[in-house]
């Protein structure tokens, strides 16, 4: 057990005991009131957060509570990954119904998957109980220079991580109460590009965001900040096998990335180290702010909105 601070009596303690011992290694400097976390000395701290809730982002015979752990700490992550920043740690709050009890150690579980994919360590978090599960993950990391939505000029190239499609299939055939289809790994192990933006942003990246809502949604997210008009050409997005171009460039929930950048990005050699593609798919040019498709007008999509009716 990581525990630097003995915590006192309780059932709220007692848990978070167990939680601790499932973790291990993998959990550092737990029992004072915050977290300490040192930064790299010239760098810039980079924090993000991120919740999901039962009934809002998922159905509970969607995915197995250790599915559910993994998925909810490397959304938060994804964050990090689009600002080419290195993890620090992860703060994890977590709201419990009593349905949910006996599932908590298999949820750190995931939990404890994710920081092992990304390098990282869970620093703290919170514990309640509550009508509803929800996790929320607050991520925390460090960038010399942290690329940023606005850094995309006119004459950028535009370029993808991966391919798109498989997550927003998965979700429309659950949503259709039909089995989870060929995609499903895709669907509840994203991996956070972490280690590929840091690379991007290495080799020229000018801007960067990560796929959550959507490509067309995320690209105008981009286009805006930037106050750029990006032209989209549809027929190279890279599409997942049996999904077409229409619904991965709508599909959310990917956790790929979109960098812009001035010069080429060697693709080859991005292939060779990361066992991805990386695709060129528009550029960014002069003129109102938005996402055009293969000339044929100006996206609107806003992707997911968790206000929508």
């Known amino acids: 057990m990581s525990l630097d601070t003995p915590l006192g009596p309780g059932a709220e303690f007692d848990m978070i005991r167990e939680i601790l011992a499932r973790l291990g290694a993998r959990a550092t400097g737990i029992g004072d009131d915050a977290a300490i976390a040192d930064v790299p000395r010239g760098e810039s701290l980079v924090a993000s957060i991120d919740s999901v809730v039962e009934r809002r982002h998922f159905l509970r015979d969607w995915l197995t509570p250790r599915e559910l752990g993994y998925r909810a700490a490397a959304a938060a992550l994804s964050d990090l990954a689009a ?3 290195r993890p620090i740690g992860v703060l994890v709050a ?3 119904p009593d349905t949910w009890r006996d599932d908590v150690l298999s949820m750190a579980d995931g939990i404890g998957d994710a920081v092992d994919v990304a390098h990282t360590r869970v620093l703290g978090g919170n514990l309640s109980a509550g009508d509803e599960l929800s996790i929320t993950t607050t991520v925390l990391g ?8 606005s850094g ?3 004459g950028d190239r535009v370029y993808v991580t991966g391919r798109l499609g498989g997550p927003g299939d998965v979700l429309r055939r659950l949503r259709a109460g039909e089995a989870a289809g060929p995609h499903r790994e895709r669907f509840v192990h ?5 280690d590929e933006a840091r690379w991007l942003a290495a080799n020229g990246a000018s ?3 990560d796929i959550s809502d959507g490509l067309l949604a995320d690209l105008r997210h981009l286009a805006v900040a930037s106050g750029v008009e990006i032209a989209l050409d549809p027929e190279r997005i890279p599409c997942a ?3 077409d171009r229409d619904a991965a460039q709508h599909s959310g929930e990917e956790y790929e990335i979109v960098v812009t950048t001035p010069d080429r990005f060697d693709g080859f050699e991005f292939e060779r180290r990361f066992g991805l593609p990386l695709t060129e798919i528009g550029a960014a040019r002069a003129g109102s702010p938005g996402v055009t498709v293969g000339g044929h007008g100006v996206a609107t999509s806003v992707g997911h909105d968790h206000f929508s009716a």
């Open 241 to 243: 096998a049996g999904v």
């Open 94 to 96: 977590l709201t419990i």
């Open 152 to 154: 995309a000029t006119a």
């Open 83 to 85: 600002m080419a920043s």
């Open 190 to 194: 994203p991996v956070p590009r972490l």
């Open 142 to 149: 460090s960038a010399f220079a942290p690329l940023r939505r």
């Open 207 to 209: 801007a960067c965001i």
